[in-house]
């Protein structure tokens, strides 16, 4: 296996299952309340019978204690954690870790009767097999990005960073993130998926096509060899146009068709 190849995890659907969708990237947060009101709709109208978040659903996310609390921050998360679990209730439910929300645990998962799901994983559905990632682990040339991903995902840094009071955490991932503002502001470039180690994940998979979020960058690209990744959107619903896409797979005769579509369509 290549080494820039994690262990892949599977997942078959059920035979009963139609359609599927996707999202990614939502940044859910309090002071963006378009984005907010545009997931709420989707989450509760869709036909899908299984939704996908492929990571960065929240802006941010410092433990699963926060929405126990009784502060702003802590009503609003509380808030998407019954909008997820009201649809968990209907369909099933699935979310991948991002890189602003890993410390989504279990608990959440719990609270919310959604199912985590590891990064990379394999989606078999329609008779094909559908590689799902949220896609930062493969953006090789970002190393700074990479060295803090591996930093932040250990266990040794999760507990000690876990172990800190709720507001000190807080505080922690606002400075994070207005780093992460004025680098965006500063036009710096931003390191793309690789196409070598996106056909050599492809490869150890036996799959065909890559799904995942991250680079905010929706597309689709062929590698050759009729192996494909497909980019999902990020949502802004309060931006010009209003950007909330979904990626669905729909099961028909004998085949799987995958079409974009306007959130406010998916339904």
Known sequence: ??????????????????????????????????????????????????????????????????????????????????????????????????????????????????????????????????????????????TDYLQFRAQVRSAEWQQAFLAKPLAERRAIARGLRTESEARKRSGALYADVDAAAATAWLQAAQARELIHGHTHKPADHAFGDGLRRRVLSDWDAGSTPPRAEVLRLQRGAGTVQVQRLPAQQAV
Do not use: K
């Open 1 to 142: 296996m290549n080494p820039t190849t994690p262990r892949i995890a599977e997942l078959t659907a059920p035979a009963a299952w139609q359609v599927v969708d996707f999202i990614s990237d939502l940044h859910l947060q309090a002071g963006e309340p378009a984005t907010v009101q545009a997931w709420e709709h989707y989450m509760a109208h869709t036909h899908a019978d299984a939704v996908f978040i492929l990571g960065d659903l929240f802006e941010v996310w410092v433990g699963d204690d926060g929405p126990a609390n009784a502060d702003d921050e802590a009503r609003f998360e509380a808030g998407c954690v019954h909008i997820l679990r009201t649809t968990a209730q209907r369909r099933a439910v699935f979310l991948m870790h991002g890189n602003r929300d890993f410390l989504l645990g279990n608990v959440f998962a719990q609270a919310c009767g959604l199912d985590l799901l590891a990064d990379p994983t394999v989606l078999a559905f329609g008779g094909q097999r559908w590689l799902l990632s949220h896609g930062d682990a493969l953006c090789l040339d970002d």
